[in-house]
């Protein structure tokens, strides 16, 4: 318990609230953390692979914690999700068989469900026990997506599915936690694990994955760490197997940072005007975006000179 007194508005704090209350310490790096306060500790639970919480807080709603990494909250998590999913099945030119890697709150599925065109979702996750808590606790994400007849979901390691799977897929979706050594998706970008990958794509197929927090390589370049980025490693590794590969970006307020996204393709990636942007939406999809349009792809296509420099490869649409 933390004694909290909002100092900047400190006259107009409703004094009916408790000044204490439990906090939710995200830690950033060894020289960073970030601080929640947390209204309710809804579940703690601790699967096979991970530790699964979901804490209800103050600015943000409800969080969902693995392994003390935050991965989504109720506030913005639309526009992480609008934004691994849009802009990959806009730019293909008809997306009808879609596999998601991970994704276990099913928000992803949730807009990948939104295209007319999809006929077929597989969903791969390694984590059941979160899939089950996610379905009871986090509606607000799935909103019933998992029981579309269009969705086939597995519940095993990615590595094995893909070895035995027979299937070609238009748009492939990693929606893992980073590969950190706390994590079930630790060392899974790996050359051998995209050999694998290219198998069931086609001449046509696009592949996107959330990139991890592009501060990295500003804090990277400054301290002059030895390590490299994840990001930089990504754009380099994914260069090797695909012709195309670009990075993307969005801030988003609950990470406190600007997240980047990786995106691939076999053949070179379609450069795409706001007016064709806005039609494909218009035409492709049910219901309505909070997040992307047309406006918002120019954005997250549209990176600092800095983050040009480091990863060194053409970028923007």
């Known amino acids: ?14 004094q009916s609230l408790p000044l204490q209350w439990l906090w939710y310490y995200e830690y950033h790096s060894i020289y960073e953390v970030h601080a929640h306060a947390v209204k309710n500790v809804i579940i703690r639970a601790r699967s ?15 969080i969902l914690v693995l392994n003390s990494e935050p991965q989504s909250a109720q506030v913005d998590e639309h526009i992480y999700h609008e934004t691994l999913v849009h802009p990959a099945c806009i730019l293909h ?7 998601i890697i991970g994704g276990g709150e099913g928000a992803t599925l949730r807009e990948v ?17 979160l899939h089950r808590i ?14 579309d007849p269009r969705v086939n979901l597995i ?9 035995d799977c027979q299937e070609k897929f238009d748009i492939i979706i990693s929606d893992l936690n980073e590969p950190t050594g706390s994590t079930p998706a630790f060392k899974i970008y790996t050359e051998d694990f995209l050999k694998q990958i290219k198998k069931i794509t086609n001449e046509n197929s696009i592949f996107v994955m959330q990139a991890s927090d592009m501060k990295d390589l500003l804090f990277w370049e400054y301290r002059k760490d030895q390590d490299v980025p994840l990001l930089k490693d990504y754009v380099e590794l994914f260069g090797k197997f695909f012709k195309d590969v670009k990075i993307f970006h969005t801030f988003i307020p609950s ?23 806005d039609e494909r939406i ?24 800095y983050v040009r420099e480091i990863i060194n490869i053409r970028l923007g649409v």
């Not at 996610?134 to 029981?147: A, C, D, N, R, V």
């Open 255 to 277: 990470f406190y940072s600007d997240w980047a996204f990786l995106i691939a393709a076999n053949q070179k990636i379609s450069e795409l005007s706001n007016q064709q942007i």
């Open 1 to 14: 318990m933390s004694l909290f007194i909002p100092l900047d508005n400190y006259e107009k704090f409703d």
């Open 93 to 99: 030119n008809n997306p009808q068989k879609v596999l």
């Open 113 to 129: 469900l939104k295209y007319k065109t999809v006929q077929k979702v597989v969903m791969v996750d390694i984590d059941e026990e």
């Open 155 to 163: 519940f095993d390691d990615i590595k094995n599915y893909i070895k």
């Open 48 to 62: 096979k692979y991970q530790q699964i919480d979901i804490i209800d807080t103050f600015n943000s709603g409800k």
């Open 134 to 147: 996610s379905k009871e606790y986090l509606t607000e994400w799935h909103q019933g997506s998992f029981s």
């Open 282 to 305: 218009k035409e492709r999809i049910n219901g309505k975006l909070k997040y992307y349009d047309s406006e918002t792809h120019k954005l997250l296509f549209s990176l600092p000179k």
